[in-house]
């Protein structure tokens, strides 16, 4: 079993910045990829950014050159540096992690981005 638990979300006028986190526990080991979704009411579940455990990323086209995915595998958790942020930005963002048997959704946090 794998828990997630994100932090950091808020409220932000727009060109500000904010930083995520998503902390794991349980059996740590199993996981291989962490990633980034965000969803807006009514819309699909969108990926943002993804991290590898060696530290292979892959960003969303939109999010490239003002978000930055990171992760400390000593501390179990991944992080979203998001600038510039845009109300389009405005979501929840749900946090994902993946491995060997696993696929576990954190709890999400919501980004609101005014203008």
């Known amino acids: 079993q794998v828990q997630l638990v994100e932090s950091g979300g808020g409220l932000v006028q727009a060109g500000g910045s904010l930083s995520l986190s998503c902390a794991a526990s349980?059996?740590?080991?199993?996981?291989?990829?962490m990633a980034w979704f965000r969803q807006t009411p009514g819309k699909q579940r969108d990926l943002v950014a993804s991290?590898?455990?060696?530290?292979?990323?892959n960003y969303a086209e939109s999010m490239k050159g003002r978000f930055t995915i990171s992760r400390d595998n000593a501390k179990n958790t991944v992080y979203l540096q998001m600038n510039n942020l845009k109300p389009e930005d405005t979501a929840d963002y749900y946090c994902?992690?993946?491995?060997?048997?696993?696929?576990?959704w954190g709890q999400g946090t919501r980004v609101t981005v005014s203008s």
């Open positions: 994902y992690a993946t491995g060997n048997s696993i696929s576990v």
């Open positions: 349980g059996s740590i080991f199993s996981i291989n990829v």
């Open positions: 991290i590898s455990r060696s530290g292979v990323t």
